[in-house]
C-alpha cells in the first residue's frame, strides 16, 4: 500500500494573496508550523515530493538532508497558476474584476481567471501525477509538500468529487492529511490533523 501524507506550506511574508507562483518566503513561524508537522511523521517517510516554490522545497529538501532520504522536486503539483491575479490581494482582484471572484470562490468550475490556468487543467495534472506516482512508488510511504489549491484539487480527486467540492475543504497553513492507494483503491484517510492553524 502507499501512503501520502499532505502538507501544506505555512504563512508567507506579505499576507494573505493570491499567489499562484509567485515565490515569496515563509514567515518564521511559518517554517516552524511545518518543522512540527514533519517532526510528528519523520520516522514514517521514506520518500519527499515537493512542489518546487521555495515555500515548499527549501524546508522539504532541508528535511530530506537530514533524514537522509530522497526528495523529488516535482512542477506538477506546483499551485495553480493565476495569471493576472498573481500576487494581488483579495480587495485588489475584487476591485480590479468586480464580480469574478465572488463566483470563483463559490464554484470555480469552468472558469479561468484572467491569463491563468483553469481548475479543470489543474485537476488533470494532479491526477495525472498522482497515477503515476501510484505506479511508480507502491508501498512507499510518501511525504508531500504542496500548495492549498493543488492540494485540496487532489484530494477532490481521490474522493471523486466535483471540482466545486475544493471549495468546502479547509486548509490552514501547515494542514496535514493523508491518502492511500491500494489494489487500485484511492482513499482519504483524514483530513486537516492541524485544525487550530487558522490563518
Not at 511545518?34 to 517517510?45: C, F, S
Not at 471572484?101 to 464554484?107: A, M, P, T, V, Y
Not at 485540496?152 to 491518502?179: D, V
Amino acid at each position: 500500500m502507499l501512503t501520502m501524507d499532505l502538507l501544506r506550506h505555512g504563512a508567507l511574508q506579505g499576507g494573505v494573496k493570491y499567489r499562484g507562483h509567485v515565490d515569496d518566503p515563509l514567515t518564521l513561524e511559518g517554517r516552524s508550523r511545518m518543522d512540527k508537522a514533519w517532526a510528528e511523521i519523520k520516522g514514517n517517510i521514506n520518500l519527499i515530493i515537493s512542489s518546487p516554490l521555495s515555500r515548499c522545497a527549501e524546508p522539504a529538501l532541508d528535511w530530506a538532508r537530514q533524514s537522509d532520504i530522497e526528495c523529488i522536486i516535482e512542477p506538477r503539483v506546483r499551485e495553480m497558476y493565476y495569471g493576472d491575479w498573481e500576487g494581488k490581494t483579495i480587495p485588489e482582484i475584487q476591485q480590479q474584476y468586480p464580480g469574478i471572484l465572488e463566483q470563483w470562490r463559490s464554484n470555480p468550475e469552468g472558469m479561468r481567471p484572467p491569463g491563468g490556468e483553469s481548475p479543470e487543467e489543474l485537476r488533470q495534472r494532479i491526477a495525472e501525477w498522482w497515477t503515476e506516482t501510484c505506479i511508480e512508488y507502491d508501498e512507499r510511504q510518501i511525504l508531500l509538500v504542496s500548495h492549498s489549491g493543488a492540494l485540496r484539487m487532489l484530494i477532490a480527486h481521490i474522493l471523486a468529487a466535483p471540482i466545486a467540492s475544493t471549495r468546502h475543504l479547509e486548509m490552514p497553513y501547515a494542514c496535514r492529511s493523508r491518502l492511500s492507494y491500494h489494489n487500485g483503491k484511492n482513499s482519504l484517510l483524514f483530513h486537516n490533523s492541524n485544525p487550530l492553524a487558522s490563518e
